[in-house]
């Protein structure tokens, strides 16, 4: 069943690798401006409704990360692969450090 499942997302991953990259991309977008809009209601809790595109956004987020590392590594002359993908793996931990 396993061995199914990834040859089947394999399968996709190969034929639709831009076109998932940018649908990470706008759900990130599109959660963002959801949670700066994002207000007060009589029938719904403000939490609730940031907790909605908070999960929206980590799910962009999610799948943007490994995707970004694979077409780096990709896309990468042969000699410099290693260092693209380790300086991509690392910028999210030096980024909070940057302050």
């Not at 706008?26 to 959801?34: D, P």
């Not at 990468?76 to 991509?88: D, H, K, V």
Request: glycine share 10%; net charge positive; hydrophobic share 45%.
């Amino acid at each position: 069943m396993r061995r199914a499942f990834l040859s089947l997302a394999r399968r996709l991953y190969d034929e639709n690798e831009r076109q998932l990259l940018t649908s990470n991309s706008r759900a990130v977008i599109i959660a963002t401006v959801g949670q700066a809009v994002a207000g007060h209601a009589p029938a719904i809790s403000i939490i609730g409704v940031l907790v909605f595109w908070r999960f929206i956004m980590g799910i962009g987020i999610g799948g943007d990360y490994p995707l970004s590392a694979t077409i780096t590594s990709e896309f990468a002359a042969t000699r410099i692969r290693g260092r693209s993908a380790s300086r991509l793996l690392k910028s999210p931990a030096h980024g909070p450090c940057s302050r």
